[in-house]
Each structure stands twice: as C-alpha cells, then as structure tokens.
Nanobody, 114 residues
Framework: QAQVEESGGGLVQPGGSLRLSCAAS????????MSWWRQAPGKQRELVAL???????NYADYVKGRFTISRDNGRNMMYLQMNSLEPEDTAVYYC????????WGQGTQVTVSS
C-alpha cells in the first residue's frame, strides 16, 4: 500500500499564505485521484479539495477562491496553496486518495493566529 507524508504547515497570521506538500510512495499516484482533508480540534475530519489524476480540481465551499490544489505526477507530489488564511483554517491537514484507500499520514499542523 502506498504511503503519504504531508509537510509545509506552520504558524501564520490571518491573511497569510502557506503551501502544503504531500509526498506519495509507490507507482499508483499518477493513476489515482487525490484529496486534501483537515481536522480541527474537537471536530470531524472534513474534505478540503479533490484533484483527479488528470488535474481537474474541486473545492469545498469554505476554501473556494482561497486554496488551490495541484499535483506533479512525475514527482509523486501533490500541493495545496493556501491564501487569505483565516483562524477557522486552523487544523491538521492530511492527504489521501479520493476514496481514502491509503493509510493516513501524520498530517501537518496549520495554525492561523495573530
């Protein structure tokens, strides 16, 4: 089974930006639709964005227009560019396949605070 490793999180002020990365192992990445999820303290994990193997993207309403998902199939990498960050975006961010068929990684913490 493929493994994923998220990175790029940190502490940022409201209105700031961060770029998250997801590194995937194995040979299936380029053939697989992928997704970003997040989980805030005390809340359920929620979908942030999806990207097909061909690069078509869809976003949750609460990040639409602020976040951009992308991927590099040649490098087995997926990215989440997050702009205009809000305190409500504070969460641990995770990547997985669209249908959650891979094991979860440890995630990367994003904290938006002044």
């Amino acid at each position: 089974q493929a493994q994923v490793e998220e990175s790029g999180g940190g502490l940022v002020q409201p209105g700031g930006s961060l770029r998250l990365s997801c590194a995937a192992s194995g040979s299936m990445f380029s053939k697989t639709d992928m997704s970003w999820w997040r989980q805030a303290p005390g809340k359920q994990r929620e979908l942030v964005a999806l990207i097909t193997r061909g690069g078509s993207a869809n976003y949750a309403d609460y990040v639409k227009g602020r976040f951009t998902i992308s991927r590099d199939n040649g490098r087995n990498m997926m990215y989440l560019q997050m702009n205009s960050l809000e305190p409500e975006d504070t969460a641990v961010y995770y990547c997985n396949t669209r249908w959650l068929t891979w094991a979860w990684g440890q995630g990367t913490q994003v904290t938006v605070s002044s």
